[in-house]
């Protein structure tokens, strides 16, 4: 699996280092345990998939990221992207609507030593208490940039966020360049699973 992010364009080695650290298989089902180093998406539950290693390890790419940086993610799902973040040295805030991947997920990121803050709630809302974030992570297709993550972002913070409501979603980086100014660029066609609003289930 490494070799094939490498030959796929991944090229931060600190990332082809915390893929090698945090064991996939540990975030599936033991029915795909086999399968769990293909760059296949597997349902992990509530209608959720872990994404494909390759889509994880580009939107980390993207995020730039600095030891300490202050990082909200957006959709817990199965732990594997929040802990390749707490590995790379990034202090994680990270939220997810589902009760049931909610508490699996901590169970998982317990027994790897990682300490990120994880909050059951709305994704939409972000976790204001903790605002403002150096990077913003949303790991599920939203409709439309929220405006309440944006306003939780530092001036000069990046969002890597994949828009779209159909089957497949344009993965966008927004860069917060003042209070009321960002940039966009496109980094290409990518699927998640929607970003669901207001109701935590």
């Known amino acids: 699996m490494i070799d094939e992010l490498s030959a796929k364009g991944i090229h931060d080695q600190n990332i082809l280092d915390a893929f090698f650290k945090i064991p996939r298989h540990f975030f599936l089902d033991l029915a795909f345990e086999e399968k769990a180093y293909t760059n296949i998406a597997f349902q992990i539950g509530a209608k959720q998939t872990i ?44 939220v997810e609507r589902q009760k049931e991947l909610f508490i699996s997920a901590k169970h998982i990121i317990d027994r790897f030593g990682y300490s990120p803050k994880l909050y059951y709630g709305d994704g939409y809302k972000g976790v ?30 990046v969002m890597i966020i994949p828009i779209g409501e159909g089957e497949e979603q344009l993965m966008k980086k927004i860069t917060k360049i003042s209070e009321t100014e960002t940039a966009e660029e496109e980094f290409g066609v990518f699927k998640f699973v929607p970003m669901l609003e207001k109701k935590a289930k």
């Not at 994880?56 to 990221?65: D, I, R, W």
């Open 51 to 94: 994404s494909h290693p390759y889509t994880v390890a580009f939107q980390t790419q993207l995020l730039e990221l600095g030891i300490g940086d202050k990082v909200l993610e957006i959709g817990t799902g199965s732990g594997f992207q929040t802990c390749i973040l707490c590995c790379l040295g990034a202090r994680v805030y990270s």
């Open 128 to 157: 204001e208490l903790y605002q403002p974030y150096d990077k913003i992570l949303v790991t599920c297709g939203a409709p439309h940039v929220p405006k309440l993550l944006i306003d939780q972002l530092k001036v000069g913070g």
